[in-house]
C-alpha cells in the first residue's frame, strides 16, 4: 500500500535540470515493499523458532557447495566476527549448523548446514516463495524481470567513493539489499 503524499506537499523537488527527483519516492517504495517482505517472514520463522537474522545465516549458508569459514560469514553478514559466532552458536544449539576446524587453516573455523539444517531451509524456501508470490504475483513475467534487473543493478557493489560499477551513484540499502532482492529472486523463479 503505498500512501500518496499530502494535497499540501508539492512532491519531488525539482533537480539541476528542472526534472524532479524520484530518488525519494523510489527509497520510501523500495523500503516498504522491502519491509512487507521482511515482515511476512517474520511471520512464517516464528512458528520454527527462527529469527530473521538466523534465517538470513541460513541462506548464505545454504546457497554455498561448501562449508564456509566464519569470518567470511561475519563479512557476508555484514556483522562484527562476534555477533557471527553469537548467531552461529544459537544455530547450533538448534542442531542446524555444524562447526569444525578448517584442515588448510588452523586459526579458522568452517561452518555448513547439517541434515536438519537442510531440511529446515527447503521448508522455509517454500515458504518465502509464497509470501513472494503474493507481492510480485501482481506484477507481469516481464515487470517481475525487469524489477529483478533493478534490483540486481542497485545492489551491485559500490567502490570506496560510494559509486557503483559503472560510476553512478548507487541507492542501495542493507535492509533493502537482503529482502528486496531475495524476494524478487524468488518470484522471478531463481533459486534460492
Not at 520454527?48 to 561475519?74: K, N
Not at 544459537?90 to 588448510?104: C, H, K
Amino acid at each position: 500500500m503505498i500512501v500518496s503524499p499530502p494535497e499540501s506537499d508539492p512532491g519531488p523537488k525539482p533537480t539541476n535540470g528542472g526534472t524532479p527527483s524520484l530518488a525519494a519516492p523510489l527509497a520510501e517504495a523500495l523500503t516498504r515493499a522491502s519491509w512487507r517482505l521482511r515482515r511476512a517472514a517474520v511471520k512464517e520463522l516464528a512458528p520454527l523458532g527462527l529469527t530473521f537474522a538466523q534465517s538470513r545465516v541460513l541462506r548464505i549458508l545454504a546457497r554455498r557447495e561448501e562449508p564456509m569459514r566464519m569470518g567470511d560469514l561475519a563479512t557476508r553478514f555484514e556483522v562484527a566476527p562476534r555477533s557471527a559466532t553469537s548467531m552461529i552458536d544459537s544455530l547450533e544449539t538448534l542442531g542446524l549448523v555444524e562447526r569444525r576446524a578448517d584442515p588448510t587453516d588452523r586459526r579458522s573455523v568452517l561452518v555448513d548446514l547439517t541434515p536438519d539444517g537442510l531440511s529446515l531451509m527447503a521448508r522455509m524456501d517454500k515458504l518465502r516463495r509464497a509470501s513472494a508470490q503474493v507481492l510480485f504475483g501482481r506484477l507481469t513475467q516481464a515487470q517481475q524481470e525487469q524489477l529483478l534487473e533493478l534490483l540486481a543493478l542497485l545492489n551491485e557493489p559500490e567502490d570506496e567513493c560510494g559509486a557503483g560499477a559503472d560510476g553512478a551513484q548507487s541507492a542501495g540499502a542493507d535492509e533493502a539489499q537482503g529482502a528486496g532482492a531475495d524476494g524478487a529472486q524468488s518470484a522471478g523463479g531463481a533459486g534460492s
